[in-house]
């Protein structure tokens, strides 16, 4: 089946530590995205890419970082710097243009014990 | 300052009855417009959008929204909800020409009485 799968579902990570969510879409979609959402709060963009080894920052990129060497692939490392990195992190896609439906994966909780 | 507004963070409706939620948008010129469900824990469904021509449209799960140019609103109705709509609701906006990146309203959280 087509869609977007995001892992792990759920995370611990200790203080001081990077962790990597991985994001995989087998749509064929040009664009991907990457967005955090807070309890009881909207989502908030982090990083979207456009087209392979490209990417730009979205509204709270500080504290996270994104590669984009395959269409199909779309990793997030939330690092040290991140300072409240517990959330709840949402992987999305879409064929890019202006206005195309933007497709979500199930998400992953992130917990920093 | 661009910016998408549910009024709304919480409604509690009895099953059967109707169902309105709000969102209005501040943007020079009328973004692309769209309603998410998301369940707890989940990631989020598309319901419906709107980008141009009849302003009531048509989504799934038996929900429509309005577009009202005149009041920046794109408010989303259910004639009769079911139990299984209680979720989290979102509106969501793309602007014309900047992109495909979406702009989340608040939420709003619908919770069904028996």
């Known amino acids: 089946d087509g869609g977007i799968t995001q892992s792990p579902k759920y995370l611990f990570r200790k203080e001081g530590q990077n962790v990597t969510l991985s994001c995989e879409q087998n749509l064929n979609h040009d664009a991907m995205y990457w967005y955090r959402q807070d309890p009881g709060q909207g989502l908030r963009l982090i990083y979207y890419?456009?087209?392979?080894?490209?990417?730009q920052k979205g509204d709270i990129a500080e504290g996270y970082s994104v590669s984009r060497e395959k269409k199909e692939s779309f990793p997030l490392t939330v690092t040290s710097a991140q300072k409240n990195p517990t959330a709840f992190y949402l992987c999305?896609?879409?064929?890019?243009?202006?206005?195309?439906?933007?497709?979500f994966g199930e998400g992953s909780w992130l917990t920093v014990v | 300052a661009q910016s998408v507004t549910q009024p709304d963070i919480h409604i509690t409706v009895s099953e059967g009855a109707s169902l309105e939620l709000r969102c209005n948008y501040s943007y020079g010129a009328t973004p692309y417009l769209f309603w998410y469900v998301q369940s707890p824990g989940q990631g989020l469904q598309l319901l419906l959008k709107?980008?141009?021509?009849?302003?009531l449209v048509q989504g799934i799960k038996g929900f429509e929204a309005e577009f009202k140019r005149s009041q920046s609103s794109f408010n989303l109705r259910k004639p009769s909800v079911h139990w299984s709509d209680a979720a989290e609701y979102f509106c969501?906006?793309?602007?014309?020409?900047?992109?495909?990146?979406?702009?989340f309203g608040g939420g709003t959280r619908v919770l069904v009485k028996p």
């Open positions: 709107y980008f141009s021509g009849d302003t």
């Open positions: 969501a906006v793309v602007p014309k020409a900047a992109g495909n990146k979406l702009t």
């Open positions: 999305a896609s879409s064929m890019g243009h202006s206005g195309n439906t933007i497709y």
């Open positions: 890419s456009q087209i392979v080894n490209d990417f």
